[in-house]
């Protein structure tokens, strides 16, 4: 790693950063939540090294759009094969990115079962070397590990002391085992022994799970002396969740509908293109009215539109100032035949 290259040891202490959360937290997502509350680093849903290695690259690509807005922001890779995490990483650093970012956490049955995501979790070996093959497609940029603190069973000590041995520049454990999936809550009790095992070892540490505001994260942070918190479900229906300034339930339900609005047209602007569906904004649409009056008859009505302006339609007469859509700028498109040649045989 170029220490030049590593932002997160110029980042405030204590960083509050934004969860990837596939189908989620799309370039959409993050672009309104940059605006709104920016977190101090952003990560891409999770896509598929071996799928970006492959024809399905073009269908991927979308998946690793950004906004200029949104940096620090992250590409989160996973697969279990050296040779595509190297060239994933690769085409990452080509794409622009601040950092790359491996998931060894998801607990998907047909991810683990081949062994990527929490999988990694029961084979270290091949953990490391697929981050030593990231390292090297990351040409420099800081490599990251965002997992679980176990699979079956809590097993912390052991597998951070196998990932501190590849010098990353952070790791993010989600305090559950693959098995608790999200079922329990997060065992913040062993955060204390994993700050121990980082402390002058060159790696960050951040802990992630159930945490909801900034001043529980804060807490989190002044007890346990964890470098960061990772945000997730939180920011459902709520892109103000970064900002101290603001709390959703003082904004009047103009300002929410706005942004709600804001968000589905960025949502059309960015994605027209591509095979991400409207039906994505339904999801969305639930959270943002989620507590407004009228929310029951809102929800329904929106959870049947299939494009910005339907919702434009739905939500006019809920509004006392009318709603005007101002696009931002879209990343420019990438070069693909150039991403090609970087795994082309
Ligand atoms: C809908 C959804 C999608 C997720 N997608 C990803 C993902 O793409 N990559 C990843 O590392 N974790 C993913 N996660 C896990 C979250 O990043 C996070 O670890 C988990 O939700 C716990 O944090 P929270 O309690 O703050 O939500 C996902 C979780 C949810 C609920």
Known sequence: MNPAKNFYT?????????????????????????????????????????GLCSLGLERLIPDLRYTE???????????????????????????????????????????????????MINDPSLAKECIYAVKEGAGGLPVSVKTR????????????????ETKIALTTLHLRTRKEMSKVPAHWDKIHRAVELVKDSGTLLYGNGDVESLEQGQSLVDETGVDGVMFGR??????????????????????RLHVLLEH??????????????????????????????????????????????????????????????????IHSKPNLEELREIFAV
Not at 149 to 163: K, S
Not at 236 to 254: H, I, M, Y
């Open 69 to 119: 807005s949104e940096r620090p922001i992250v590409a989160q890779i996973f697969g279990k094969r050296p040779e595509t995490m190297r060239h994933a990483a690769e085409i990452c650093r080509k794409l622009g990115f601040d950092g790359v970012d491996i998931n060894m956490g998801c607990p998907e049955k047909n991810v683990c079962k081949t062994g990527a995501g929490a999988g």
């Open 264 to 329: 589905a047209y960025v949502f059309e602007h960015f994605f027209a293109d591509t095979r991400k569906h409207f039906l994505i904004m339904r999801s969305h649409f639930h959270a943002y009215v989620n507590g407004m009056p009228s929310a029951k008859e809102l929800r329904i009505k929106l959870t049947q539109c299939s494009s910005a302006d339907e919702a434009h339609a739905v939500v006019r007469d809920y509004m006392d100032k009318p709603f005007v859509f101002d696009p931002p700028a």
């Open 149 to 164: 603190i176990g699979f079956t069973e809590i097993t912390l000590e052991e597998w951070v002391n196998h990932l501190l």
């Open 234 to 255: 939180a920011i459902f229906g709520n892109p103000w969740l970064f900002n101290p300034r603001v709390a959703r339930e003082d904004l009047s339900v103009t300002e």
């Open 10 to 50: 110029n980042l405030p202490k204590p960083a509050f950063v934004l969860a990837p959360l596939e189908q989620v937290t799309d370039a959409a997502f993050r672009y309104i939540i940059a605006k709104y509350g920016k977190p101090h680093v952003l990560y891409t849903e999770f896509t598929s090294a071996d």
